[in-house]
Antibody, heavy 121, light 108 residues
Framework: QVHLVQSGAEVKKPGASVKVSCKSS????????MHWVRQAPGQGLEWMGV????????IYAQKFQGRVTMTRDTSTSTDYMELNSLRSEDTAIYYC??????????????WGQGTLVTVSS | SSELTQDPAVSVALGQTVRITCQGD??????ASWYQQKPGQAPVLVIY???NRPSGLPDRFSGSSSGNTASLTITGAQAEDEADYYC???????????FGGGTKLTVL
């Protein structure tokens, strides 16, 4: 069974950085892209970016470019998402989600359980 | 604002049929996938591709697409279907992906 298990909740001060991890099991890690999605309190889902199977290529949403870094450790089947220069608006639940695709269609399954990041002074 | 547009809220009587729509230019080229999210839980895939359901998902959920609009239909809505629903697809401008703003479904 495929599982994505994320790291625990974090509380950070404005200006700090946070690094969230997502450990995969139950499938061939190096055969799938991984996406990161966040959800601010009471808000919708927001796509942040994606990392390719080898970890050599990333694509970030323009909103996060310059502040986010997605990496992966293929030896431990773990993805990481680091967000810098945190501000209060970054308070959100951060999810990892495995990419699957076919001709002209993409979907995310499964999702990690989410990691709450709270930014507060 | 999102490139994919959803109605913020929809309601349906118990046992009736409801359609949740998602509009966007990219849907003329790409299929959407759909996610159900209940309070305090991570999103769960419900429909992908032309009209595919993950194993174990009730067959009252179905998907369709026409022009720039993708639709999620629940035939015979149940109380447990009350949730937020999001569409997701590739952005029309290239290697980016985007979610719709979400639709809150209330089952009356």
């Amino acid at each position: 069974q495929v599982h994505l298990v994320q790291s625990g909740a974090e509380v950070k001060k404005p200006g700090a950085s946070v690094k969230v991890s997502c450990k995969s099991s139950g499938y061939m890690f190096t055969s799938h892209y991984m996406h990161w999605v966040r959800q601010a309190p009471g808000q919708g889902l927001e796509w942040m970016g994606v990392i390719n199977p080898s970890g050599a290529r990333t694509i970030y949403a323009q909103k996060f470019q310059g502040r986010v870094t997605m990496t992966r450790d293929t030896s431990t089947s773990t993805d990481y998402m680091e967000l810098n220069s945190l501000r209060s608006e970054d308070t959100a639940i951060y999810y990892c989600a495995r990419d699957l695709s076919a001709t002209v269609t993409w979907w995310l399954d499964p999702w990690g359980q989410g990691t709450l990041v709270t930014v507060s002074s | 604002s999102s490139e994919l547009t959803q109605d913020p809220a929809v309601s349906v009587a118990l046992g009736q049929t409801v359609r949740i729509t998602c509009q966007g230019d990219s849907l003329r080229t790409y299929y959407a996938s759909w996610y159900q999210q209940k309070p305090g839980q991570a999103p769960v895939l419900v429909i992908y591709g032309k009209n595919n359901r993950p194993s174990g998902l009730p067959d009252r959920f179905s998907g369709s697409s026409s022009g720039n609009t993708a639709s999620l239909t629940i035939t015979g809505a149940q109380a447990e279907d009350e949730a937020d629903y999001y569409c997701y697809s590739r952005h029309s401008s290239g290697n980016l992906w985007v979610f719709g703003g979400g639709t809150k479904l209330t089952v009356l």
